[in-house]
């Protein structure tokens, strides 16, 4: 390929006409897979809407509501997405890391953008993620599949092409671009296309560009020959307008404008999958799985629809030669008079028919589609199924949530991926000062911050408090360090649950110097929202009459160890929330007579 864009061209032909053959009788086309999925998930025939005689044909949707339910099932949201510490002298800026993630989550909307992810890894079983720098902020974006070309089965490690589209207006905003390739390529606007060519619309003031990242050689940005064996992570934006055939090259000729061409620190886009499939980019997803399924039970209400038409008419025969080749159906509608022969009555045709065989075809192939996408009938209708005990269906939802708890986990794990290598050092790059943050904390956050800092605010008062005075020629005298704690805590308590929070003491210490590697350090917890309510509640009830009736509980070990073990399956609650009050020595009464004091006085 001389130039990126013969590159573009060449994988957009074979995206769109090449087949993937993944084993001997298995083939692959990606490109007709997604088109496929978007024309189920809108309830459209491949075949077109009418049959061979121009009858309508019914669309019976069966995709829709198990794409829900696989929606409902794997969903996350920005608040059970947590940063724990795995080492002691991480607890702060494990803490501190927790605050910049919830300020930029809430900045980028990326409780949106764990939605729009949800919803179409449920529809395709893979999804396309892009994370991008721009001005000072990181932006994430879900990329739909058909504005996308990328190689079918090795996605990472191919150039991935995205499609653009915008107004002339638009383009001239983008100072960045080549201004005089910009302005040549203006006067070619064309309409909106699909991947293949087919218009979107028949507005024809659009540009179509093409965003490229990969490793390609980097003479595609120097124009050099001696760098086509050096491949370096860059981007253009390229495109290009038809022109006339050329016969000698038996192929059309081409006017090519790029816009922008240059390096990149790495790719900006991160495929994921509910579930991975060898062999393919693509999962399959809650659609696919139901492309025969859908196909039959349309097949079905089809059959069923043609049997109530042919029910709902009165067609009438009759032994008269004079009716020959006539429509007797269009005379009785148009209200033509009809002449009949002597001894030849017309009598009425029975064309009733039994349907039971065909709506229970059709049951079939829906209950089918059912078992493949792991969906019981009381996730799919809502409702017990008739004579079935309770605890049989909840088994049964029990059985049926646990495939989705292996796509939840590996959407855990995806966005575990996308914080160690896109946000959180981008993060980093925000914290090179020393400034104090501020933040609204959580009852455990501040009450992990609270006794840490507390002890450490109180030595380095006592600690001061002796530089001072010995500076001063005096002698020094430590402090009662727990009157200095509790100073601390009453300065605090008017805080509310706000708190300060500097690198260090060193004022040319920064955080980002405290950071370094940090996004490699902490676990990256994803709480689990498929839970039994009822159940927890019982348990955390349970356990506070525990609690409520013999205070002194915690204080033995076995007892302990099991308490905690229970709180940690309900997963709602951690055994470290739970403050452990410490034994109070009680006065006998001869302690009292003899004038001793308690251990607190």
Not at 437 to 461: C, G, H, K, W
């Amino acid at each position: 390929m001389d130039n990126i864009c013969s590159i573009v061209r060449e994988q957009e032909s074979q995206y769109t006409n090449g087949t993937t053959t993944i084993s001997k009788y298995v083939d692959f086309n990606m490109y007709e897979t997604i088109n496929t999925i978007d024309a189920y998930i809108n309830s459209v025939h491949l075949s077109g809407s009418a049959d061979a005689i121009g009858r309508e044909k019914p669309f019976f949707n069966i995709v829709i509501a198990a794409r829900n339910i696989w929606f409902r099932a794997t969903d996350i949201d920005r608040k059970d997405i947590k940063l724990t510490s795995t080492k002691s002298n991480q607890v702060i800026l494990t803490l501190v890391a927790n605050i910049l993630l919830k300020n930029w989550m809430k900045k980028a909307n990326f409780g949106a953008f764990l939605n729009d992810w949800g919803r179409g890894l449920a529809t395709y079983g893979s999804y396309v993620v892009k994370f991008v720098e721009k001005d000072g902020d990181l932006f994430c974006n879900c990329i739909p599949w058909n504005r996308l070309i990328s190689d079918v089965i090795d996605f990472e490690s191919n150039v991935k092409i995205e499609i653009l589209e915008f107004t002339p207006a638009q383009l001239r905003k983008k100072k960045d671009y080549d201004q005089e390739a910009l302005e040549n390529l203006l006067s070619a606007t064309q309409s909106r296309k699909q991947i293949g060519g087919q218009n979107k619309d028949n507005k024809d003031n659009y540009i179509k560009l093409y965003e490229v990242h990969g490793e390609l050689p980097l003479s595609l940005i120097t124009d050099k020959e001696s760098d086509d064996e050096i491949y370096v992570q860059q981007m253009h934006v390229v495109s290009f307008v038809k022109g006339d055939y050329d016969r000698s090259a038996r192929t059309y000729a081409y006017d090519d404008y790029t816009l922008y061409k240059g390096k990149e620190k790495k790719d900006p886009y991160f495929i994921t999958h509910l579930i991975k499939e060898d062999g393919r980019a693509l999962s399959i997803g809650s659609v696919e799985n139901l492309f025969q399924a859908q196909w039959m039970t349309n097949h079905s209400m089809k059959l069923q629809k043609d049997v109530l038409d042919l029910a709902s008419l009165m067609i009438m025969q009759t032994a008269d030669g004079t009716y020959a080749g006539r429509n007797v159906l269009e005379d009785l509608i148009t209200g033509n008079i009809l002449v009949h022969a002597d001894n030849s009555p017309i009598t009425q045709v029975n064309n009733q028919h039994d349907i039971t065989q065909i709506v229970t075809f059709g049951q079939l192939w829906q209950s089918q589609g059912r078992e493949l996408n792991g969906i019981s009938e009381a996730m799919a209708t809502g409702e017990v199924k008739a004579g079935a005990a309770w605890r049989q269906t909840e088994a049964l939802l029990q059985e049926s949530h646990s495939l989705f708890e292996v796509m939840k986990e590996n959407k855990g794990l995806a966005i575990e991926e996308m914080l160690r290598n896109y946000i959180i050092p981008f993060l980093k790059t925000k914290m090179d000062t020393s400034d104090e943050i501020t933040a609204i904390l959580e009852d455990n956050d501040l009450a992990q911050f609270d006794s840490m800092y507390v002890p450490n605010e109180a030595i380095r008062r006592d600690n001061k408090q002796v530089i001072d005075t010995v500076l001063s020629g005096q002698v020094a005298q430590n402090m009662d360090r727990n009157m200095l704690e509790q100073d601390v805590r009453q300065e605090l308590s008017t805080l509310g649950n706000q708190r300060y929070i500097r690198p260090s003491d060193i004022p040319d210490k920064t955080w980002k110097e405290l950071m370094k590697d940090f996004e490699w350090e902490p676990d990256i917890n994803i709480k689990d929202e498929a839970m039994d309510t009822q159940a927890v509640l019982t348990t955390l009830s349970t356990t506070l009459q525990t609690i409520a009736r013999n205070p002194m509980v915690l204080q033995d070990p076995t007892a302990k160890t099991l308490f905690n073990k229970i709180l940690e399956t309900t997963g709602q609650i951690s055994p470290v929330e739970i403050p452990v009050s410490k034994p109070q020595l009680q006065m006998s009464p001869a302690m009292v007579a003899a004038g001793q004091k308690t251990p607190t006085q």
